[in-house]
């Protein structure tokens, strides 16, 4: 059974930071892609970075190059994402999804995704 459990969201001020956490389990992670999106009330689910996962290259969304940072370990076999976030703005403000693609496609497609965690809230205040 697979498993995509998020955490590490919560409430920041503008320019604070918050690191998310993702745990895998249940399918062979090192297969294609992992990624975090995001979505925000009343607006479609965007793509905020991605990562291939054996590789370890990383890929980002205008919005965020330069503040996010997408990163994973799997030493010990302990298949977890993260998103390190900094310099947040009120703009970042959404729920937070960790999602895996097993078997690949178009990398910042929602569709290309099999895999999708509950969600993690994060909160920016001005």
């Known amino acids: 059974q697979v498993q995509l459990v998020e955490s590490g969201g919560g409430s920041v001020q503008a320019g604070g930071s918050l690191r998310l956490s993702c745990k895998a389990s249940?399918?062979?992670?090192?297969?294609?892609?992992m990624a975090w999106f995001r979505q925000a009330p009343g607006k479609e689910r965007e793509a905020v970075a991605a990562?291939?996962?054996?590789?370890?290259?990383?890929?980002?969304g205008d919005s965020v190059k330069g503040r996010f940072t997408i990163s994973q370990n799997t030493a010990d076999a302990q298949n977890t994402l993260f998103l390190q976030m900094n310099s947040l703005k009120p703009e970042d403000t959404a729920m937070y999804y960790c999602?895996?693609?097993?078997?690949?496609?178009?990398?910042?497609?929602?569709?290309?995704?099999?895999?999708w965690g509950q969600g993690t809230q994060v909160t920016v205040s001005s």
């Open positions: 990562i291939f996962t054996r590789e370890g290259t990383e890929y980002y």
């Open positions: 999602a895996a693609s097993p078997k690949g496609g178009i990398l910042f497609d929602p569709r290309t995704y099999d895999y």
């Open positions: 249940g399918y062979a992670y090192a297969t294609n892609y």
